[in-house]
């Protein structure tokens, strides 16, 4: 009796999941600018992931090209209020977390705490043989690509919270891991970083990880894990409440629609994501030409097949805009901005971050302002070719996570009393 009311009640919940993406969905299709996903246990007690779940989890593959009949990237229309001549704005300050934020987690979670430094410790020989690769394949560039050939947009890479000293600090600890299923029950990961503190408790990624094009399904089931490291979690888990995600980007769009927004519940300890992390600002209309650092699970971060994607990669380097279909036919414009990197699937909705300020004791700068959409692509007679070692994301505008923070009420974090 008591096995039969449990399959009741998972077939009662899958249908209530079902019935929220289908309306959100509806209301897509009756003109609104948004889809929300919205978490029927946000209420319940969250369950936790299995390291097996952690472990086999596969990098969600980054979006194709969705061409149109002349074999270039459909182009759909976005609203006036795009932001070619706007000003950069910032919408949302960084915050820092709290100052007795990692000694709390330490007695939260100990044994996450006690394996950090062996996690560490085990692969620092494998550092050697990676970095020495890289080198040799920076003496190589093809011209075929012309300014789009990678080597003329250079950029600096290393391991980010594969360290201890950047795993639990400030605001290396505020990305994560982004965890989730697919139709098929499959465990997925993007990268993923938290935007603001309690009450919204956002955090931003690529609108990939939420809808998934072949497809055209809805992953579920979405978790984040900050300065998640080759299975450690010092933080803990933090289950979604609402998922966003533009409508645009549902019915086929670009990179510049890219963009998602996830809330999320309090960990089982029930303290909220800010808490432990801290957060990045957001920073819109930025020009399209800035020093940047990315921050994203890329899966060629290993020689090793197990350990690929198992801790953050950082990139620096400079920003761009392109537009010539003579050289590179398809999508770029107005909101697509790309910069040289060499990250790989896993790095989805990592966060290019302007006025990084890392080891500092005020949260100052470290604004988001894209995330990771894939690798540039360009279309022509249905065939899709990639400039190697050159990225594209949503440049950070009024016409793509502008939309979601408003739908969203805003992307703000209240001052202490009361004030914004």
Same mark, same amino acid.
């Given at each position: 009796?008591?096995?039969?009311?449990?399959?009741?009640?998972?077939?009662?919940?899958?249908?209530?999941?079902? &019935?929220?993406?289908?309306?959100?969905?509806?209301?897509?299709?009756?003109?609104?600018?948004?889809?929300?996903?919205?978490?029927?246990?946000?209420?319940?007690?969250?369950?936790?992931? !299995?390291?097996?779940?952690?472990?086999?989890?596969?990098?969600?593959?980054?979006?194709?090209?969705?061409? +149109?009949?002349?074999?270039?990237?459909?182009? &759909?229309?976005?609203?006036?209020?795009?932001?070619?001549?706007?000003?950069?704005?910032?919408?949302?300050?960084?915050? &820092?977390?709290?100052?007795?934020?990692?000694?709390?987690?330490?007695?939260?979670?100990?044994?996450?705490?006690?394996?950090?430094?062996?996690?560490?410790?085990?692969?620092? +020989?494998?550092?050697?043989?990676?970095?020495?690769?890289?080198?040799?394949?920076?003496?190589?560039?093809?011209?075929?690509?012309?300014?789009?050939?990678?080597?003329?947009?250079?950029?600096?890479?290393?391991?980010?919270?594969?360290?201890?000293?950047?795993?639990?600090?400030?605001?290396?600890?505020?990305?994560?891991?982004?965890?989730?299923?697919?139709?098929?029950?499959?465990?997925?990961?993007?990268?993923?970083?938290?935007?603001?503190?309690?009450?919204?408790?956002?955090?931003?990624?690529?609108?990939?990880?939420?809808?998934?094009?072949?497809?055209?399904?809805?992953?579920?089931?979405?978790?984040?894990?900050?300065?998640?490291?080759?299975?450690?979690?010092?933080?803990?888990?933090?289950?979604?409440?609402?998922?966003?995600?533009?409508?645009?980007?549902?019915?086929?769009?670009?990179?510049?629609?890219?963009?998602?927004?996830?809330?999320?519940?309090?960990?089982?300890?029930?303290?909220?994501?800010?808490?432990?992390?801290?957060?990045?600002?957001?920073?819109?209309?930025?020009?399209?030409?800035?020093?940047?650092?990315?921050?994203?699970? !890329?899966?060629?971060? !290993?020689?090793?097949?197990?350990?690929?994607?198992?801790?953050?990669?950082?990139?620096?380097?400079?920003?761009?805009?392109?537009?010539?279909?003579?050289?590179?036919?398809?999508? +770029?414009?107005?909101?697509?901005?790309?910069?040289?990197?060499?990250?790989?699937?896993?790095?989805?909705?990592?966060?290019?971050? !302007?006025?990084?300020?890392?080891?500092?004791?005020?949260?100052?700068?470290?604004?988001?302002?894209?995330?990771?959409?894939?690798?540039?692509?360009?279309?022509?007679?249905?065939?899709?070719?990639?400039?190697?070692?050159?990225?594209?994301?949503?440049?950070? +505008?009024?016409?793509?996570?502008?939309?979601?923070?408003?739908?969203?009420?805003?992307?703000?974090?209240?001052?202490?009393?009361?004030?914004?």
């Amino acid at each position: 009796m008591q096995k039969r009311f449990c399959n009741v009640v998972r077939v009662a919940i899958a249908l209530t999941i079902f &019935l929220t993406i289908l309306i959100g969905t509806r209301a897509a299709s009756q003109g609104q600018q948004t889809v929300v996903i919205v978490n029927p246990e946000a209420n319940g007690q969250p369950q936790s992931l !299995s390291p097996e779940n952690i472990r086999n989890a596969t990098p969600v593959p980054f979006p194709t090209l969705q061409p +149109s009949e002349t074999g270039l990237q459909q182009v &759909l229309p976005v609203p006036e209020s795009t932001s070619d001549n706007q000003s950069p704005v910032v919408i949302s300050e960084s915050g &820092l977390p709290d100052p007795d934020a990692n000694r709390a987690a330490a007695t939260a979670f100990p044994h996450q705490w006690t394996n950090q430094g062996q996690a560490n410790a085990e692969r620092v +020989s494998e550092a050697d043989g990676i970095f020495a690769n890289a080198a040799v394949q920076a003496e190589e560039c093809a011209p075929s690509w012309g300014p789009l050939d990678w080597c003329q947009h250079p950029r600096t890479s290393y391991w980010g919270n594969y360290w201890k000293s950047l795993q639990t600090q400030y605001p290396w600890k505020a990305v994560g891991k982004l965890m989730f299923r697919d139709d098929e029950d499959d465990w997925h990961f993007c990268t993923a970083q938290v935007i603001t503190g309690p009450p919204k408790n956002l955090i931003a990624t690529a609108g990939h990880c939420v809808y998934y094009f072949d497809k055209k399904v809805y992953y579920k089931d979405w978790t984040f894990i900050p300065a998640a490291m080759n299975g450690n979690e010092p933080y803990g888990e933090f289950k979604f409440k609402t998922v966003r995600v533009l409508t645009r980007w549902i019915d086929g769009g670009n990179s510049r629609d890219d963009v998602a927004l996830i809330s999320l519940q309090n960990n089982s300890k029930g303290e909220p994501v800010g808490f432990y992390t801290g957060w990045l600002g957001v920073q819109l209309n930025l020009p399209y030409t800035q020093n940047l650092t990315l921050m994203g699970y !890329s899966t060629n971060n !290993s020689t090793n097949d197990d350990l690929k994607g198992k801790w953050t990669t950082v990139n620096h380097g400079q920003s761009f805009f392109f537009e010539d279909d003579t050289i590179c036919p398809g999508f +770029s414009g107005e909101d697509a901005v790309f910069i040289g990197s060499d990250f790989a699937p896993g790095s989805s909705g990592g966060a290019w971050i !302007s006025q990084l300020q890392p080891f500092q004791p005020s949260a100052a700068g470290n604004y988001v302002v894209s995330v990771v959409s894939g690798p540039l692509q360009c279309s022509q007679g249905g065939v899709v070719t990639s400039p190697s070692g050159i990225i594209e994301g949503a440049r950070f +505008s009024d016409a793509n996570i502008g939309i979601l923070c408003k739908a969203e009420g805003g992307c703000v974090t209240p001052l202490p009393g009361g004030q914004n």
